[in-house]
Every structure is written in C-alpha cells, then in structure tokens.
C-alpha cells in the first residue's frame, strides 16, 4: 500500500512561487509513476505534471509548460513540485498521485493512478 501525504501550499502573490512535496511510504518513488494534479473550485480536476518511472521522463499540461518542473527526490522518498510565475489561475487544491504500471500516453490520465494523496491548497493573490 503506497501512502501519499502532499506539503508546501499557501498563499502567494501573482509572480511568485511555490514548492510542492509529496512524501510517499510503502513504495520507493523511483518504482512509481507519479503525478500532480489540480481542481479548482467548481472545476474538474486536471492534470499538472507527471514523471514516468523508468526513464524519469516528464509530461506537462500546456498551461503549466516554462513554470513548473516536476522532479523526484530518490534519497527522500519525494516527487516535487516547483511553480514559478504563478497566476491566479494555478489556484487550486494540488493533489500527488501515484501508479505501478502504466504507459507514458497515459501519464495524463487520473484514471491510471491508484494512490493520490489529501491535497494541498494553492492560493495565488492578485
């Protein structure tokens, strides 16, 4: 059983940034695709970022492309989160996921992921 528990939200201005940790137990992270997702309030949840295990290659959605980066922690058993030139529109609760299996065309996809974790509130002040 993977447990994920996310970390790093707050409140911040238009323009600034944020870091997002996703600490899991159970699973080492490097064994794992794992993804960041988002929903705002009356929206769906949406893709952010992923990285698929094996080669460590990254997908982001288009509205993140140039200011997030998502990356693995291998010694600390975390997937981070870094945004940068946040927007109002990046507010939102910022969920971790994790999946076993799975091909990288589908990295996207919140279906293909079994363990997500409580969330994280991300507000972004204009």
């Known amino acids: 059983q993977v447990q994920l528990v996310e970390s790093g939200g707050g409140l911040v201005q238009a323009g600034g940034s944020l870091r997002l940790s996703c600490a899991a137990t159970?699973?080492?992270?490097?064994?794992?695709?794992m993804g960041w997702f988002r929903q705002a309030p009356g929206k769906e949840r949406e893709f952010v970022a992923a990285?698929?295990?094996?080669?460590?290659?990254?997908s982001y959605a288009d509205s993140v492309k140039g200011r997030f980066t998502i990356s693995r922690d291998n010694a600390k058993n975390t997937v981070d989160l870094q945004m940068n030139s946040l927007k109002p529109e990046d507010t939102a609760v910022y969920f971790c996921?994790?999946?076993?299996?799975?091909?990288?065309?589908?990295?996207?996809?919140?279906?293909?992921?079994?363990?997500w974790g409580p969330g994280t509130q991300v507000t972004v002040a204009s």
């Open positions: 159970g699973r080492t992270v490097s064994t794992l695709h």
């Open positions: 990285s698929e295990w094996r080669s460590g290659t990254t």
């Open positions: 996921a994790a999946a076993t299996s799975g091909l990288y065309s589908a990295l996207r996809l919140g279906k293909l992921y079994t363990y």
